[in-house]
């Protein structure tokens, strides 16, 4: 069966353009928000092909990510509104005007979470620290729930300076908690609250003032110092211990006062009741921004940059959910290390590397005996990704590179998905060159040398189809019931 690849052109909304034809055999999707275009590129991760180009209605998206198999959000961070994609409408090659959509919201959108167990979605906010709920209905739609209000602190709120090592946006990543509790980081103030779907009243069920955490909650901690102020928080992950309501946070390094950067760490914390409990605090030094655990639950893997150089900092998470943490190891990775996605079967650990040319791909079950190993026999290996040439680089995918000052040279992809089912490929987007691509994780000696060319079989040169693209973020619907991928899970 032939499939085509739509473009919906933004200024004739009823008129859709045929860009190719491609024999496609897959119902999988990856979208990438093209934020320099104001579009989301979607394409088919097992055939490499394109499927759709869908205008967004609001303006700059850059996070995006699946909520359920039916809808997808799309933050649009200069709209005061978030964009909903129809996900069936991609798969089955039905794109029209109305596959995506808009939600007006009181705030301009920062990112999303999704809680699968209660089907809510939470939007953080951009301009505010302000988040709304959303319930996902039918495909492509959504109904705000209610808006959850913060206070606007002292810290980045007129993007002058930049107090936060993270940006300047109001907030960090929600998180969907358990028994319908949502985690907000406010970053203007500092704060990690907790909220309730089934609450009443506006106020936080309980909050965490990470400025004046030793104070606030009589914490006995060598590494939080009378008086210390903590930076604010970037990013949490929950440990995939089913029996342990544990949290941990990247807290992402700040400038004081002084211009002097307070470095990043770890912030581990349980949920009782509906009480934040704090464990322990562990500095990992440098700026930080987003973490993962590992499939065991027994370590965390936070990224860091430092002088411009790239760390992965590797972290006991502790015996069970009251122990304390300590840094295991400290291993080289590119500049601007920074998401990091744990593989549960291949046992992997990948650190994408903003700012460089390069994934740091980890094993760390040298052994192959199914099992994390210990740190100290964890080896590392670089596959070199898609780029283009510049005048210190010759690039190795046969043109110009087109990256913009500013520009990421790696996209972020959303962790829980930038893997197939199967495991066999890691996916990514070289963002400034508009290519999206993915690493044969059986074979990654296709990817070692920097000087020779990316196997073609492995990437698709969006721009050279579209136009110069800016492909900064990613997420990927799994929807494989008897392809090659073997199942969605």
């Known amino acids: 069966m032939k499939r085509k690849t739509w473009i919906l052109k933004p200024l004739a909304l009823s008129v859709l353009l045929s860009l190719n034809s491609y024999a496609t055999a897959s119902d999988s999707v990856a979208y990438y928000s093209d934020n ?18 869908i205008p967004t209605k609001g303006t700059k998206p850059y996070p995006i990510g699946k909520a359920n198999d039916k809808t997808t959000y799309v933050s649009t961070r200069d709209s005061l509104s978030i964009d909903v994609l ?23 959108p920062r990112s999303f979470a999704y809680g699968p167990a209660r089907g809510i979605a939470v939007v953080a906010g951009n301009s505010d620290p302000w988040a709304t709920l959303l319930k996902p209905t039918n495909s ?140 322990d605090y562990q500095p990992t030094g440098a700026a930080v921004h987003h973490l993962d655990v590992t499939s065991d639950g027994e370590y965390i893997l936070q990224g860091t940059t430092e002088d411009g150089e790239g760390k992965l900092y590797v972290v006991n998470a502790g ?90 040279i790696q996209a972020h992809t959303a962790s829980v998905s930038g893997i197939d089912p199967q495991e066999q490929y890691y996916y990514g987007s070289a963002a400034a060159d508009g ?15 920097p000087d020779e060319a990316f196997p073609a079989e492995d990437m698709l040169d969006a721009e050279a189809e579209l136009g110069d693209s800016y492909l900064i973020q990613g997420d990927y619907n799994w929807n494989e019931p008897s392809g090659p991928m073997g199942g969605m899970h």
């Open 319 to 408: 015996a069970d959910a009251d122990s304390t943490m300590s840094v295991a190891r400290v291993i080289d990775a590119g500049k601007g290390a920074g998401h990091v996605f744990s593989s549960d079967k291949r046992k992997l650990a990948v650190v994408t590397n903003h700012a460089d040319k390069f994934l740091t791909v980890i094993d760390t079950d040298w052994d192959d005996d199914g099992n994390i190993d210990d740190p100290s026999t964890w080896t590392t290996t670089e596959a070199w990704i898609p780029r283009g040439a510049t005048s210190d680089d010759p690039g190795n995918i046969g043109r110009d590179s087109t990256r913009a000052g500013g520009q990421k």
């Open 140 to 279: 492509g739609n959504s109904a705000v729930q209610r808006l959850y209000k913060e206070p606007k602190g002292p810290y980045n709120i007129d993007g002058s300076s930049d107090e936060n090592g993270g940006g300047n946006t109001s907030s960090g990543h929600p998180l969907c908690g358990q028994d319908g509790l949502i985690i907000l980081l406010n970053r203007t103030n500092r704060t990690i609250s907790l909220f309730s779907v089934n609450q009443e009243g506006d106020a936080p069920l309980d909050t965490l003032n990470l400025a004046n955490l030793e104070a606030e909650e009589w914490i006995d901690d060598p590494d939080i110092q009378p008086g210390s102020t903590l930076s604010s928080a970037h990013h949490i992950a929950r440990s995939p211990k089913e029996r342990e309501k544990v949290y941990f946070a990247s807290l992402e390094g700040s400038f004081n006062s002084s211009g002097v950067l307070e470095p990043g760490g770890v912030l581990k914390f349980k949920i009782v009741g509906e009480e934040l409990e704090v464990v």
């Open 86 to 108: 129809n996900n069936f409408d991609v798969i089955n090659g039905t794109v029209n005007k109305r596959t995506m959509r808009k939600i007006n919201l009181k705030h301009s």
């Open 36 to 53: 320099q275009n104001d579009r989301v590129v979607t394409f088919d991760p097992v055939e490499m092909t394109i499927k759709a180009v």
């Open 435 to 449: 290519i999206f691509y993915r690493v044969d994780l059986e074979n990654l000696y296709k990817y070692a040398s």
